[in-house]
């Protein structure tokens, strides 16, 4: 091996030396675990349906339902070993948006339930609101121009 | 049994397969760009925003269902079609009301559900 | 006390480590060291509310754990080096608030044991000081809670990862005894290579420990195979491989007689801790357990331990900074 000089040297040995990912496995995983957590919305939907629940109200019954299971799974100290296994296959589903709140709002309960939960519980998915909602209201701002 | 008789069984694939490498394209950017979660959300938040926006996510809904609506870019769909059937009935305030107002039930839970297990959850280490 | 070479010192009257001692979590109880560590504690709260008062309580107990190893307590100690890894070093303050020793508190992130010990010894060869007491801790659950992410999200960790030992480690420093002795220091500069990533500290650390070590070699005229072990506070097995082939470029083989704190304490494949552990503790606990008894016992007689630290916080890696790295060597001779 050369001696190494300069800081790009460096950053290009290190990745070297630094092992990857299992990417295969990881998307495995995460392939049948989140296309099982879309299966679970799938079959709430449909039983909604079936019961005379239109499409919009079912859906908003699935994310409630969804988010309501991932919030006990994270309360019980489970969700972590399903994230740690299925990756994004639990971060993607909406199932990872509600544990990205739940989180933090159990972590930080220690300082307090204002500040601690109230103010902390936002810390990951505080940003999936603000550029979802900036988003949607620029894409509203563009309907009300080509008038929609 | 009613229930499961009217299941359309070839949705539930599509529904799986579709919602399965949505998650995969997530995973491959963890792996491969070191992206933080916070940031794989944002993300899939506004690129589902802008292909609902476009038109495009609502073929997706279509074909897998459930699928392409629990994963994030729904959510991010959800909110730009909330924005535009709103502006068609009440015109620019349809554009801040619209998206939160469809998505109102998945925000509220999630908020009320992670106060209550802020309340009776102990934090915990991981044990792996 | 004088200075050879660029930076380091040789105490003319070296100060003599009389006592260590070592608390540690529960993972670490699993690990490869177990039976060498003072007190293994088998949940992670130890009976109190939060993580940060958990913390507090095992350095708290480590450092009278030492006093009372030692039987040097009270006011025959003159002063106490401590630090960790919590902002402005709170669990080091609160847990040594009811000491009544004069303290200094440190920071050079996972290298505040040995960086204490350094100033320890200038103070103790100097004249100024009979006793004094060095202490550090980390524990894993208030790190990733400050650095990373709550304990509840459902990330997954990739595998240049370190996992922060839970623990702390305290060594009592004295004008005499019968060693082992600190016969030399060398404190390092910081070096900042450009790595950026968070998730990869080894790296990070691992040119900061190169040119203390070779720094080391050169202004003492020692030979790595002068050391019977020559020991990195947390590099991890990355950072280790790192150190290993940069230093063999420099035209110096460490292969031998080096390993990484960081490397022995968890067993990677069956503890699932990836690169290895890091945090104040790791070196802390691992030289207090382990090491200290190893020389005790004259089964090692010479050894360089040079703690690692990376000089960051969770802010500068938002800001997009690169991690600056540090690593401060002692000499600790029988």
Redesign the interface.
């Known amino acids: ?4 000089e300069t ?2 040297e ?2 290009d ?2 990745n070297k ?7 295969l496995k ?2 495995l995983n ?10 679970i ?7 909604c349906q ?1 019961k005379g629940m239109e499409q ?1 109200q079912a ?6 339902v ?3 299971c991932a ?2 799974l ?4 489970i ?6 296994f ?9 199932t ?15 300082e307090g ?1 204002v500040m601690g ?2 103010g902390k ?1 936002f810390t ?2 505080g ?3 603000v ?3 900036s ?3 620029i ?6 121009l080509f008038g ?1 | 049994m009613g229930f499961l008789q009217s299941i359309d069984w070839m949705q539930i694939l599509r529904c799986f397969v579709v919602g399965g490498i949505i998650c995969v394209i997530g995973q491959i950017l963890i792996d491969k760009t070191k992206l933080t979660p916070a940031r794989i959300l944002v993300i899939y938040v506004t690129a589902g925003a802008i292909l609902g926006g476009l038109g495009i996510y609502k073929y997706l809904i279509d074909f897998a269902g459930a699928g392409a609506t629990v994963p994030l870019t729904g959510f991010g769909a959800n909110l730009a079609k909330g924005a535009i059937e709103e502006v068609k009935t009440s015109g620019l305030l349809g554009a801040f009301v619209g998206g939160v107002k469809v998505s109102a039930g998945g925000i509220a839970a999630a908020v009320f559900f992670g106060y209550i297990a802020s309340l009776l959850a102990k934090p915990k280490i991981k044990k792996q | 006390m004088k200075k050879v070479g660029t930076q380091t010192v040789m105490f003319d009257h070296p100060p003599t480590i009389v006592d260590t001692a070592s608390i540690v979590g529960p993972k670490e109880s699993q690990g490869p060291l177990a039976k060498y560590f003072d007190q293994c504690l088998e949940d992670e709260f130890w009976g109190e509310k939060t993580w940060e008062k958990a913390e507090s309580k095992i350095i708290k107990e480590t450092v009278n754990m030492v006093m009372s190893k030692s039987v040097i307590t009270g006011e025959a100690i003159d002063f106490c080096f401590a630090g960790d890894l919590l902002n402005q070093c709170i669990s080091s303050s609160f847990g040594l608030r009811e000491t009544n020793i004069p303290f200094f508190g440190v920071f050079g992130a996972c290298s505040t044991f040995v960086e204490g010990m350094c100033l320890a010894s200038c103070l103790i060869d100097g004249g100024a000081a009979t006793n004094i007491l060095c202490a550090t801790s980390s524990h894993f659950c208030s790190a990733e809670k400050q650095f990373r992410f709550p304990l509840e999200l459902g990330n997954q960790r990739p595998p240049t990862s370190q996992w922060t030992v839970t623990g702390a480690g305290a060594a009592m420093l004295a004008s005499s005894g019968t060693g082992p002795y600190i016969t030399c220091m060398t404190p390092g500069k910081i070096v900042d290579m450009g790595i950026k990533d968070s998730n990869n500290m080894g790296a990070a650390m691992a040119p900061a420990a190169l040119q203390t070590l070779i720094t080391h070699f050169k202004d003492t005229g020692r030979k790595p195979s002068y050391y019977d072990a020559i020991i990195t506070g947390d590099l991890g097995h990355i950072g280790k491989e790192i150190l290993i082939e940069m230093a063999e470029t420099k035209g110096y083989n460490i292969k031998n007689n080096y390993n990484d704190c960081g490397v022995l304490i968890f067993d990677k494949e069956s503890q699932d801790t990836h690169s290895g552990g890091s945090g104040c503790a790791c070196v802390g606990t691992t030289f207090s357990g382990y090491f200290f008894r190893q020389l005790k016992e004259r089964k090692l007689n010479k050894i360089l331990l040079m703690a690692t630290g990376a000089l960051t916080n969770a802010t500068s890696s938002q800001q997009g900074e690169s991690i600056p790295g540090i690593a401060h060597a002692i000499a600790i001779e029988n």
């Open positions: 091996m050369k001696p190494i800081n790009q460096y950053s040995y290190v030396k630094s092992p990857d990912s299992p990417i990881n998307c995460a392939f049948w675990v989140g296309g099982l957590i879309c299966t919305g799938q079959f709430i939907m449909n039983f079936y919009t859906s908003t019954v699935v994310s409630i969804l988010v309501a919030a006990i994270t309360g019980l100290n969700f972590n070993k399903i994230g740690k299925a990756g994004a296959g639990s971060l993607i589903p909406i990872g948006f509600a544990n990205s709140i739940v989180s933090p709002a159990i972590e930080y309960k220690s339930y939960v109230g519980m990951v998915a940003p999936v609101l550029y979802g909602i988003t949607s209201v894409i509203g701002m563009i309907a009300v929609a």
